[in-house]
Nanobody, 120 residues
């Protein structure tokens, strides 16, 4: 059983900052990559940022220079520092874990999501 849990969402004014946290626990095997996705009302879920086991990062163009993804010393922890927030960043943010299990393969796990609302 794998649990992925996000925290840190909330309401913030435009130009403000928030920090999201994510913890993967349980039978997580080896973490190949983790990432943050978001889904705004009426839109498809989109990648915000990701980080591989080698600490290679990738960002959506819309958040480059404003958001920073990082992992904790305990590699099952994931963070997203969001600065200079804009109303268009309003969405439910989901944590994603791409896990590898020896001799079995890769599996994807998602958190329940945390709401981020940016007021203008």
């Amino acid at each position: 059983q794998v649990q992925v849990a996000e925290s840190g969402g909330g309401l913030v004014q435009a130009g403000g900052s928030l920090r999201l946290s994510c913890a993967a626990s349980g039978s997580i095997g080896s973490i190949d990559a983790m990432g943050w996705y978001r889904q705004a009302p009426g839109k498809q879920r989109e990648l915000v940022a990701s980080i591989t086991r080698s600490d290679v990062t990738n960002y959506a163009d819309s958040v480059k220079g404003r958001f920073t993804i990082s992992r904790g010393n305990a590699k099952n922890m994931l963070y997203l520092q969001m600065d200079s927030l804009k109303p268009e960043d309003t969405a439910v943010y989901y944590c994603h874990a791409h896990l590898e299990y020896s001799y079995i393969g890769f599996y994807d796990h998602w958190g329940q999501g945390t709401q981020v609302t940016v007021s203008s």
